[in-house]
Nanobody, 125 residues
Framework: LMCSCGVWGGLVQAGGSLKLSCAASEFSLDYYAVGWFRQAPGKAREDISCITNDDDGDTYYSDSVKGRFTISRDFAKNTVYLQMNSLKPEDTGVYYC?????????????????WGKGTLVTVSS
């Protein structure tokens, strides 16, 4: 899995927006729920969002991002996105996308066991 940020990279001012992408090149994401989690320095991992592979794409958001972040997926591009709006300094951290093998399709993902390298998001005040 490869996680990447949008054109402007991972640095943004508070109140700004970023869009993260999660793409898989060696397998299809069609069979999986895909989730995002983040890790901030000195803090525990936080599962922030997830989307199932159902046609209606059931989603999950943690309370800390609900109403500000939107997860979506493009099956044709084998990619899952996380649109992050109204960013806050406390959103700073390394963001990862991941799945639960084999063929996990629950949100929140109960036992994520495979994830990408992560992307650093820095929100300045």
């Amino acid at each position: 899995l490869m996680c990447s940020c949008g054109v402007w990279g991972g640095l943004v001012q508070a109140g700004g927006s970023l869009k993260l992408s999660c793409a898989a090149s060696e397998f299809s994401l069609d069979y999986y729920a895909v989730g995002w989690f983040r890790q901030a320095p000195g803090k525990a991992r936080e599962d922030i969002s997830c989307i199932t592979n159902d046609d209606d794409g059931d989603t999950y958001y943690s309370d800390s991002v609900k109403g500000r972040f939107t997860i979506s997926r493009d099956f044709a591009k084998n990619t899952v996105y996380l649109q992050m709006n109204s960013l806050k300094p406390e959103d700073t951290g390394v963001y990862y996308c991941g799945i639960e093998r084999p063929y996990g399709n629950l949100c929140p993902i109960p036992d994520m066991d495979f994830w990408g390298k992560g992307t650093l998001v820095t929100v300045s005040s």
